[in-house]
């Protein structure tokens, strides 16, 4: 029986676990997924010795980044964000190979490319944090000029205090990465200036919890188009399974 798992501190809110299980059951494969909770990425190598029959990992906060010195390699968009949250292990002749992939980056393209207009040129993304680095890089992709929002004034970034009409007409596309707005704190939100969103405006939340995040609501009443995260989690849940079957 081949085992997956996830790695990441604390797990609790760990969405991986029963999604791939379910599929398993459902699909009758002969596999199973496992929560590893570690409070040091230092313990890594134990896992990987301590189960032998582990063929991939899915890698959540805080580790995506402090994973990448215990990778034989990196996929190129992995590299490029400077983040990982898939590894495929390979095992030969007795010798693991471990290879980093960012599946982040896959889920949130393929999710947001089929509301994108032609007017949609340049977007914004609320936050700096791990999955802030996946979507500017998928942002590119797509071919979208991307530039990041801050709290606190920093070097070739906006903060709220910047985001003038002016801005917010240029800047039709706005990406939530930040927690703000996430259950049970579901009556805060990102501090926009809302009143400048038009029917022009996409607004996206990586947030699902609840369904519709007063974000999305204030956007959607401003006539904007909006989707949340979920369909970004399923599909790089979906690019796991894919990376790891490769």
């Known amino acids: 029986m081949n085992k997956f798992g996830l790695i990441g501190y604390p797990l ?36 990987l010795l301590s189960n032998s029959d582990l063929a ?10 402090q994973v990448i010195p215990y990778l034989d390699e990196l996929d190129p968009d992995a590299k490029a964000i400077g983040a990982v949250n898939v590894i495929k292990i390979r095992r030969q002749k007795g010798k ?29 993304i609320l936050g700096t944090g791990g999955s802030s680095k996946a979507i500017y890089h998928g942002l590119k992709k797509l071919g979208l000029e991307a530039k990041f929002v801050s709290r606190t004034p920093r070097e070739g970034m906006f903060t709220y205090e910047d985001l003038t009409a002016e801005v917010m007409d240029e800047y039709k596309v706005i990406v939530n990465c930040t ?15 809302y009143e400048y969103i038009t029917h022009n405006h996409l607004l996206y939340d990586l947030l699902y919890n609840p369904d519709t995040t007063l974000f ?4 959607a009443d401003k006539g904007a ?17 894919d990376i790891w079957n490769e």
Do not use: C
């Open 179 to 193: 927690p703000v707005g996430m259950y049970p704190r579901a009556n805060e939100y990102p501090n926009i200036p």
């Open 216 to 219: 999305m609501k204030k956007g």
């Open 96 to 124: 693991l190979k471990l290879i980093g992939y960012n599946s982040d980056i896959i889920g949130f393209t393929d999710s947001i490319e089929p509301l994108l207009e032609a007017h949609h040129k340049k977007a914004l």
């Open 56 to 65: 991939g990992l899915n890698v959540t906060i805080p580790y995506k980044e």
């Open 12 to 47: 609790g809110h760990s969405f991986s676990k029963n999604f791939f299980n379910e599929k398993f059951h459902s699909e009758n494969i002969n596999a199973e997924y496992v929560n590893f909770e570690i409070p040091s990425i230092d313990e890594l190598p134990n896992i």
């Open 225 to 241: 188009v909006v989707k949340n995260g979920i369909e970004m989690l399923l599909l790089q849940a979906f690019a796991s399974w």
